[in-house]
């Protein structure tokens, strides 16, 4: 049974069936009420269990919702109150989850844990953010911006800010996907030099610019994300923001931006640092669609992992 670790990790014809059932399951929802199960129930009689190290509100919301819809049963688990954070090893957990339920999403820390993780379970595991990636959330901003746009192959993605996981999902779905990327942040916060490497071997354009100005010029899309992630050393704040605010998403850098440039951003925003008010709540601000779609892509991912 496949897992969901990365991007990269999963085959690309593979991800386009995940949006592709993500966008037939979001269309045969309609508008009925959130709480309504959906016509089929892939999920019937199975239980997912979803551990969080790290805080979170959509992934936590939009996958227990999500798998209610599909007939299933969720488990929210803090990391915390397990004993996984009083000691129990990744491995022994994974082997004792394996037992009781039919998935696993886990949000932690570095990636060897996600990793270990996969390694010791006999069911699927799903990476529910890493400080090195966050794969569910590309899925669902692949899927916005294809909603608005069409076909994201071909155009360009200008990251503002931090290299941080999110930007890094990014840099492995321009591979995946087919489409160029610009990073516009400071020196010290670039993303990883192999993964810039391998997506310039994969062919794509990947341009690293440090004039935020110019770095927007020939975007389809800007995305920013916080300047101090998850598991970022609290000490580091007050440089990070010094580095980081000549990044800031707001009206003067967005008429650099070509007219038809839309802003993406993760969620949750730090208004007035990474991003201005007047951006997010603006016409360009496509942040709400994206965190809707959080719940239909990982409804497709979960399809996908469970063959069901
Ligand atoms: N974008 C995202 O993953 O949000 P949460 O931290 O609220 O889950
Ligand atoms: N880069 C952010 C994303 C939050 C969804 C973090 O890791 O905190």
Redesign the pocket.
């Known amino acids: 049974m496949p897992n969901f670790l990365d991007i990269h990790t999963t085959d690309p014809a593979a991800l386009r069936d995940i949006l592709a059932t993500a966008g037939d399951m979001k269309t045969a929802r309609g508008s009925r009420p959130k709480g309504t199960p959906d016509d089929e129930l892939p999920l019937d009689g199975h239980v997912v269990a979803l551990i969080f190290e790290k805080p979170s509100t959509r992934t936590r919301v939009s996958f227990d919702v999500g798998v209610r819809q599909m007939g299933g049963t969720s488990l929210v688990l803090s990391g915390a109150e397990m004993q996984l954070g009083h000691g129990e090893t990744i491995a022994d957990t994974a082997r004792v989850l394996s037992r009781y339920v039919d998935l696993i999403m886990i949000r932690t820390f570095g990636e060897d844990i996600l990793h270990e993780m996969a390694e010791h379970a006999t069911v699927p595991v799903i990476n529910g953010?890493t400080d090195n990636s966050?794969p569910c959330q590309i899925m669902a901003d692949v899927m916005t911006f294809e909603e608005h746009r069409g076909p994201i192959a071909g155009k360009r993605v200008a990251w503002m800010g931090d290299g941080?996981?999110?930007a890094q999902s990014f840099l492995h779905a321009a591979a995946s996907f087919g489409f160029d990327f610009t990073f516009s942040g400071p020196a010290q916060l670039d993303p990883r030099d192999d993964l810039v490497g391998a997506v310039r071997n994969a062919g794509r354009d990947v341009r690293i610019e440090r004039d935020p100005v110019k770095a927007v010029a020939d975007a389809d899309l800007v995305v920013t994300?916080?300047w101090v992630?998850?598991?970022d050393a609290e000490s580091s704040r007050q440089r990070r923001h010094n580095l980081l605010r000549p990044y800031q998403v707001n009206e003067r850098l967005m008429e650099a931006a070509p007219d038809h440039a839309m802003v993406m951003h993760?969620l949750p925003a730090h208004r007035g640092e990474e991003i201005t008010d007047a951006i997010l709540d603006g016409p360009r601000s496509v942040v709400f669609d994206e965190a809707e779609n959080r719940l239909h892509a990982q409804k497709a991912i979960m399809r996908w992992c469970l063959g069901a």
């Open positions: 953010l966050h941080n996981n999110v994300d916080t992630s998850m598991g993760c």
